[in-house]
């Protein structure tokens, strides 16, 4: 790995988020928001009623959803020349102690040098992220302020915009490219289809950081392969 590549990789943090519905089902939301949700539903799949298509459906939007764990993954090179990789799951009940912890984070980084990286983070990590902070009343940290800036200013990292190549007519799914790079998957007996439902009727929170943990790993990994450097060894793997 070249030095300049390796400098690069200091600035960089990896992030993936895990949702859930800001409520177990439709019957348990505010008053206020059912009729939103209702209509929001309409809008999503018209086929399927409102209660059905919020356990489905709601922890991906900001409005309806909450955080409830964020992953971060941070790439070095060890004095052996070898590529590390560090990762650390944020998670918890309480979403505002989840937002500030991240947001401590990411202001120890020069916030003019700060790259976070994501699988189509642009379209749902990073606003997502930005959403939710401003609900519970926290100031963005410079690295997710996109207001007035040029499209060149803002250096998010996007793993699904770099497979585009300025080809928009599709989506790639992070799973689909860690298959064709033969990176080992994080999908074993959770995705983020179940999350809803592991956080509220299994109650496992843990279990639902591990496979965060695990979607960084890949993100990472990806990465170096889409930029023809080698992977981190599980060895060189920390988690913390």
Request: glycine residues 4%; contains cysteine.
């Amino acid at each position: 790995m070249n030095k300049s590549f390796a400098a690069k990789l200091k600035n960089i943090l990896f992030i993936d988020i895990e949702t859930a519905g800001i409520a177990p089902g439709f019957d348990e939301l505010p008053q206020r928001l059912k009729p939103l949700w209702e209509h929001k539903a309409k809008i999503i799949d018209h086929t399927k009623n409102a209660q059905d298509l919020y356990n489905e459906k709601a922890g991906i939007y900001a409005e309806f959803g909450k955080i409830i764990v964020i992953g971060i993954g941070y790439l070095y090179i060890a004095e052996n020349g070898e590529p590390m990789l560090k990762t650390k799951t944020i998670y918890s009940d309480n979403e505002h102690d989840i937002l500030i912890e991240f947001k401590n984070i990411v202001q120890k980084y020069p916030p003019d040098s700060l790259q976070l990286c994501a699988h189509n983070g642009k379209e749902f990590d990073f606003p997502y992220i930005a959403r939710r902070m401003l609900i519970h009343g926290i100031a963005l940290p410079e690295v997710l302020q996109t207001a007035n800036k040029k499209p060149w200013e803002i250096t998010h990292i996007d793993t699904l915009e770099m497979w585009k190549f300025g080809d928009w007519k599709s989506y790639t799914s992070l799973e689909l490219l860690a298959a064709i790079f033969e990176i080992p998957t994080s999908k074993y007996d959770i995705d983020g289809s179940k999350v809803h439902e592991y956080y509220y009727v299994h109650q496992d929170l843990q279990k639902i950081a591990e496979y965060c943990a695990k979607d960084v790993v890949v993100l990472a990994q990806l990465y170096l392969k889409m930029n023809i450097q080698n992977t981190v060894s599980e060895a060189n793997i920390i988690n913390t």
